[in-house]
Structure formats: C-alpha cells, structure tokens
C-alpha cells in the first residue's frame, strides 16, 4: 500500500494539489496524493461528510499526518527490534 514517502505534509498538501480515491477495503477509504503517498480514510469517521474521488489534499492533512506517524512509529519499533538483535522477516 504505502511506500514510505520522504516529502513533509506540507508539500502534498500545499498549492492547491489533490488527492484521489483508490479503492475501499475493511472500512476504509484509500486516497492518494499527487506524489503517490497512500493513505487510509476511516468510515467510522466520515459521519456525513462526502468524499469525491478527488479532492484538495489540504482537506485530508488530518489522515495524511496520522498515517506518516503510523508508518514512522512503526519503521521504529521494526529499527529497535532490529538493533536488539532480534530476529526479522525482510
């Protein structure tokens, strides 16, 4: 799904980019944006909201950053993991 992406939120989501629907699965909406960062939208969220197929990034800067921080949290314990010589599957 996503590919670790090295650009802030900041610049997916500034001079007016977009974001564009994917696919749908287990209750989630998957969006991407304009550089191909993937992220997931919960239904559980979404109340009465509309989602178009694409829309302003900035509306979305929300999920962006909780799924950066997801991906980073986990890159972390998966680099702690690896430095207390535990084992991992590449």
């Known amino acids: 799904m996503s590919t670790l992406n090295t650009r802030t939120i900041k610049e997916m989501v500034n001079n007016n980019q977009k974001v564009a629907f994917r696919f749908y699965r287990d209750g989630q909406l998957w969006y991407a ?3 191909g960062f993937e992220f997931p939208v ?3 969220e979404a ?3 509309t989602f178009l197929a694409t ?3 900035i509306l979305f800067m929300r999920y962006i950053r909780k799924h950066m921080e997801f991906l980073n949290k986990s890159m972390d314990q998966q680099n702690s993991l690896e430095f207390n010589g535990e084992p991992h599957n590449s």
């Open 42 to 44: 919960p239904i559980s």
């Open 47 to 49: 109340g009465t909201a």
């Open 33 to 35: 944006t304009e550089c």
């Open 55 to 57: 829309d302003r990034a």
